[in-house]
């Protein structure tokens, strides 16, 4: 990976004070070499160190930057809460939130806009691929947020999350994790061929200390979003260094 690679981990509706305290403490003995993001419920953000080798992200962010929307947090509020990213459009949310794609761009151009980098997750369910519309699906997905924003592009991540591998064991092989990813960066250079390039592809779905190697050693493959397994922090930490050989 010639950019430096991002390895996010989504706690999901999961985690406390004490996973917070051994997450810290693996991470500790990691280097510069790698960027480490870690994604808790919004409860714990304020409980991590001020003093900390890793960023801290939301799972989500309001399209407002504030007002009368009860339960929602916007970038600024993340911001104080001590986060620099944010995860826009997870396919939970997509899925149980039922959030559209117009929603969602709305979402990654709030976030840019309060000072927070937006993790864009995208990807196709099993049906979608197994009628082929995978790059169909994921070049909609893209062109909701970057055909009419490109300039967002280079203050973007993208998370190619195909949402059959999530939480289901089942990863993509790193040969149909890279020929995706390269088809995103290529999909993405209509829109501003410069920030393509200089953009973090991460990949997401059942990632684990045995098979993340063989991901990080493709090209496009630029870190991972890391679900189930960021719950343990030596597994974790596992997977952040295999980011490096």
């Not at 070499?33 to 808790?40: A, F, N, Q, R, T």
């Not at 990654?108 to 369910?125: K, N, R, S």
């Not at 203050?155 to 195909?162: D, M």
């Amino acid at each position: 990976m010639a950019l430096k690679p991002l390895i996010a981990a989504n706690w999901k509706m999961n985690g406390n004070r004490e996973l917070v305290s051994a997450a810290t403490a693996a991470l500790v003995a990691l280097d510069s070499d790698v960027e480490v993001l870690i994604c808790p419920p919004a409860t714990l953000l304020t409980v991590f160190p001020a003093q900390r080798n890793f960023a801290l992200g939301g799972q989500d962010v309001s399209a407002e930057p504030s007002g009368a929307y009860t339960g929602q947090l916007s970038g600024v509020l993340l911001q104080e809460a001590g986060a620099s990213f944010c995860l826009v459009g997870h396919s939970e949310r997509r899925q149980y939130q039922f959030e559209s794609d117009t929603l969602i761009a709305d979402k990654v151009a709030a976030a840019v806009a309060q000072g927070l980098t937006p993790v864009l997750c995208i990807g196709e369910t099993l049906a979608e691929r197994q009628q082929e519309k995978t790059e169909q699906v994921l070049a909609k997905q893209l062109a909701a947020v970057y055909a009419s924003q490109p300039e967002l592009l280079s203050k973007s991540v993208i998370a190619y999350e195909p949402i059959w591998a999530i939480g289901t064991g089942e990863s993509a092989t790193p040969e149909q994790a890279q020929q995706t990813h390269a088809f995103i960066r290529a999909e993405l250079s209509r829109y501003d061929a410069e920030a393509a390039t200089q953009l973090r592809i991460l990949y997401g779905g059942s990632v684990n200390a045995a098979n993340s190697a063989a991901l990080f050693a493709q090209p496009d493959i630029n870190g991972a979003l890391v679900g189930g397994a960021s719950l343990k922090p030596d597994e974790f930490v596992q997977i952040c260094l295999s980011a490096k050989d």
